[in-house]
């Protein structure tokens, strides 16, 4: 217990460094170009986001595939957007995650691979992002996570969405509940979120247009994450049409976007 106390202390002091230490100019212009969202908080928060886009990129370990070549517009591209998820809440900056596997564009997973309720999927899918509660990992295709950054309005972020997942993992399970603070708040999710998932299915399932990404009826996981997306991007929208599920948000993140 106390050598985790000592391993825990160092590490706390070590990003209390870094986040303290000037932000790099050329990082700085890299945020402003590549995350334009950043640009509508308040220059405090976009001070504390800044802080943990740096110890973002100096504990996780990047690393580009396919090709790619991992550079600073990838890291601190990602990182900026990933940072905006930890504003106002003591963090353990995604403790289950490691590694940030970036491919220039979608790629194939060649593997089978285990959903968390244990069935095995053969591989050749393709796909644009994807992380596990139990692989360490985020894999990312860089010119979806770069279209996604360029256009902060159209409720469609892969950053955003699988750092969501992160969250999600933080309690030891992938139900699209992360860590909540009180009982009551527990409860009220689960009354909110499973309403607001029932009621996307209905109209996926007529092809009713809807607000949330209908990806989001998969399941609670895929739901938390798609309306996080929606949440950052679509802020007035997702108030005025779901007022509950945006108070969830709101509570759980302690951000207010459609004030911003």
């Given at each position: 217990m106390y050598v985790s106390g000592m391993v825990f202390a160092r590490k706390s002091r070590r990003r209390e460094r870094l986040r303290a230490e000037p932000f790099p100019e050329p990082w700085q212009r890299i945020i402003d170009v590549r995350v334009p969202l950043v640009a509508?908080?308040?220059p405090e928060d976009q001070r504390e986001l800044l802080g943990h886009a740096r110890v973002l990129a100096d504990e996780k370990h990047f690393e580009g595939a396919g090709g790619l070549l991992m550079r600073d517009e990838v890291?601190?591209?990602i990182a900026g957007q990933a940072a905006l998820l930890l504003l106002h809440r003591d963090t353990d900056y995604f403790p289950r995650l490691k590694s940030i596997i970036v491919?220039?564009?979608g790629y194939v997973s060649g593997e089978?691979?285990?959903?968390?309720?244990g069935i095995w999927t053969e591989g050749d899918e393709s796909l644009l992002g994807?992380?596990?509660?139990?692989?360490?990992?985020?894999?990312?295709?860089?010119?979806e996570v770069r279209a996604g950054a360029a256009d902060p309005d159209d409720g469609e972020n892969l950053v955003?969405?699988?750092f969501a997942h992160q969250l999600d993992f933080e309690d030891g399970s992938t139900d699209g509940t992360p860590a909540l603070d009180t009982g009551a708040q527990v409860r009220s999710w689960a009354e909110v979120m499973s309403e607001e998932l029932a009621t996307l299915r209905r109209a996926a399932d007529a092809g009713e247009p809807t607000l949330l990404d209908p990806y989001g009826a998969e399941d609670p996981a895929e739901f938390f994450a798609v309306a996080t997306e929606t949440f950052f991007e679509r802020a007035t929208e997702l108030e005025r049409r779901h007022p509950l599920l945006y108070d969830e948000l709101r509570r759980f993140?302690?951000?207010?976007?459609?004030r911003w």
């Open positions: 509508r908080l308040s890291r601190l591209t491919y220039p564009s089978p691979t285990r959903d968390d309720s994807h992380t596990q509660r139990d692989l360490r990992a985020i894999v990312l295709a860089w010119d955003l969405h699988e993140y302690r951000q207010d976007p459609a």
